[in-house]
């Protein structure tokens, strides 16, 4: 087994259980490590993912959608980078497929996705 794949595994079972499962539709809060200078800061990135890319989990990345200011951001982060500090679910989309770029194209109420009812279920003890 090459030694890269060994490393790539190594660090995808350490950070891949630190963030939640999600999908393109989902709205998520990213956290994301700013520095400027000899100064760091936390900056959260609230938006919908558009699409999951890549085949390993060192190369994978995900693309955040948000409308700021009647304009839409978008924002690239790769999976397993250093810098992002936590990423959050909001809310879990309901859409049919796996990369959603007809968003683009839409704006005001036309843009919004239907939320999917996840029902919580609690034991009694």
Same mark, same amino acid.
Request: proline share 3%; net charge positive.
């Given at each position: 087994?090459?030694?890269?794949?060994?490393?790539?595994?190594?660090? $995808?079972?350490?950070?891949?259980?630190?963030?939640?499962?999600?999908? $393109?539709?989902?709205?998520?809060?990213?956290?994301?490590? %700013?520095?400027?200078?000899?100064?760091?800061?936390?900056?959260?990135?609230?938006?919908?993912?558009?699409?999951?890319?890549?085949?390993?989990? $060192?190369?994978?990345?995900?693309?955040?959608?948000?409308?700021?200011?009647? %304009?839409?951001?978008?924002? %690239?982060?790769?999976?397993?980078?250093?810098?992002?500090?936590?990423?959050?679910?909001?809310?879990?989309?309901?859409?049919?497929? $796996?990369?959603?770029?007809?968003?683009?194209?839409?704006?005001?109420?036309?843009?919004?996705?239907?939320?999917?009812?996840?029902?919580?279920?609690?034991?009694?003890?």
């Amino acid at each position: 087994m090459d030694l890269i794949k060994i490393v790539d595994q190594a660090f $995808a079972n350490e950070q891949a259980s630190a963030y939640p499962k999600f999908k $393109a539709g989902d709205t998520i809060t990213v956290t994301y490590k %700013i520095k400027e200078g000899d100064k760091e800061r936390l900056q959260k990135f609230r938006g919908v993912v558009i699409q999951i890319k890549g085949a390993t989990p $060192a190369t994978k990345t995900f693309t955040v959608r948000k409308v700021s200011s009647g %304009i839409g951001v978008e924002r %690239i982060f790769p999976m397993m980078s250093p810098f992002i500090d936590s990423i959050e679910l909001n809310k879990v989309g309901k859409v049919r497929r $796996a990369r959603i770029f007809y968003l683009r194209k839409l704006s005001g109420k036309k843009a919004r996705i239907k939320e999917k009812k996840v029902s919580t279920v609690k034991t009694a003890e």
